[in-house]
């Protein structure tokens, strides 16, 4: 019932934009904070960004690294999470997912109960 859907990878050089989306069925994705993290290979899934529930005042975090270069944001009509990406490096190249947290904004994906399937972003020239 509770699924998540992410959308919106691909392949980009280095310098570009993706927009990533995670669309909410089952559920209303306003009322929970909701997740952005990322996995490289050979590396550790990781925080990127995060979006806190209404309730929490929609409060949004960023990892320092995309700081300035990504932006979270939520339609609620569209019961859709939103990952703007700009100026992609090379370093971004990970999959992507969306995950939703019962209470506040969290870096820790033990925190987060519901996952997305990811979408992968590939930054290379």
């Known amino acids: 019932q509770v699924q998540l859907v992410e959308s919106g990878g691909g392949l980009v050089q280095p310098g570009g934009s993706l927009r990533l989306s995670c669309a909410a069925s089952?559920?209303?994705?306003?009322?929970?904070?909701i997740g952005w993290f990322r996995q490289a290979p050979g590396k550790e899934r990781e925080g990127v960004s995060c979006?806190?529930?209404?309730?929490?005042?929609?409060?949004?975090h960023y990892e320092d690294s995309v700081k300035g270069r990504f932006t979270i944001s939520r339609d609620i009509a569209k019961n859709t999470v939103y990952l703007q990406m700009n100026s992609l490096k090379a370093e971004d190249t990970a999959v992507y997912y969306c995950?939703?947290?019962?209470?506040?904004?969290?870096?820790?994906?033990?925190?987060?109960?519901?996952w997305g399937q990811g979408t992968q972003v590939t930054v290379s020239s």
């Open positions: 089952g559920f209303t994705l306003a009322y929970y904070a």
């Open positions: 995950a939703t947290a019962e209470m506040q904004c969290s870096w820790f994906p033990a925190d987060f109960g519901s």
């Open positions: 979006i806190n529930s209404i309730s929490s005042s929609a409060t949004t």
